[in-house]
């Protein structure tokens, strides 16, 4: 049998995952922990692939791990940074406001410098209904976590595959 493989179809699924993650209420807690659900992505994506791969000569290759991984973060590096500024901008709420009053009400004092660039935040809000100098940093930031510890999660599934792979007779497997 004759088996195609896609590539593509483990790159959405880890990213999916990632994304769903990240901006699903409650469920986005998870990414406390390490970033813990973008893990869980890249490692989901590896084990797609492996899925599609298994019964075919092709072997899982740790490069092909860390592709998975990477691309799917970046992928959901980018769809995560617009559902978040779409988010922000349907919102009426100015979350630097917020997040100020908030922590004047926890007695914390900003710095003079980190106020006033604060402020200058709050008003790009209130001038465009989201701040672009904030989506520009949330953009950078997710083009390098993402795709960081989405490689992590995916080089895991391929140790945890390839450990498998290479003892066989582990954990009551016959030989």
Excluded: H
């Excluded at 088996?3 to 483990?10: E, T, Y």
């Excluded at 807690?29 to 989901?44: D, E, Q, S, W």
């Excluded at 092709?58 to 991984?69: Q, W």
């Amino acid at each position: 049998m004759d088996k195609k493989i896609n590539r593509l179809a483990p790159v959405i699924w880890g990213s999916t995952i990632m994304t769903a993650i990240s901006v699903l209420p409650f469920l986005n807690l998870i990414n406390l922990f390490f970033c813990a659900g973008i893990i869980i992505g890249g490692y989901f994506g590896v084990i797609s692939y492996y899925r599609q791969i298994m019964g075919t000569p092709v072997r899982l290759t740790y490069k092909d791990g860390v592709l998975v991984g990477v691309l799917s973060g970046f992928l959901a590096a980018v769809t995560v940074s617009v559902i978040n500024i779409v988010m922000l901008m349907y919102s009426s709420a100015n979350p630097v406001t917020e997040g100020l009053s908030m922590l004047g009400e926890f007695g914390k004092n900003l710095p003079p410098e980190v106020n006033q660039q604060m402020n200058k935040l709050a008003d790009e809000f209130n001038k465009y209904g989201f701040s672009p100098t904030l989506a520009i940093f949330t953009f950078i930031s997710n083009i390098i976590i993402y795709p960081l510890f989405g490689a992590i999660g995916a080089l895991i599934a391929t140790a945890l595959i390839d450990r498998k792979i290479s003892n066989p007779g582990e954990n009551g497997n016959p030989k």
